[in-house]
């Protein structure tokens, strides 16, 4: 019973992940957020699974790191686009000029 609750927790925090990055459109630091909270509840998910099964725990490792990488990727986008255009809505920059 416990381990249904747990595993529909973590759908929860997942789908909940994935309502606001569909919803959020104007910000691209909300979006980013998003897409992080996305990636911590399926670290937790697998981290959870990995923990059940009682195998080792390496591969939750490599995942944490490629986690990081994508988010330093989309900091650096961040940064990029606050320096070019001044602000991260996503109205104030048009495909057309980069």
Do not use: P
Request: aromatic letters at 18%; proline letters at 0%.
């Amino acid at each position: 019973m416990l381990k249904l609750f747990w595993l529909l927790s973590m759908m929860i925090l997942f789908m909940l992940g994935v309502f606001v990055f569909v919803s959020s459109r104007k910000h691209l630091l909300a979006t980013l957020l998003s897409l992080e909270f996305i990636v911590l509840s399926l670290y937790l998910f697998l981290f959870s699974y990995l923990l059940n099964l009682g195998s080792e725990l390496y591969f939750s490792m490599v995942f944490l790191t490629f986690a990081v990488c994508e988010g330093a990727l989309g900091l650096s986008v961040l940064v990029s686009m606050i320096r070019t255009h001044g602000n991260d809505y996503f109205q104030s920059f048009s495909i057309l000029q980069c």
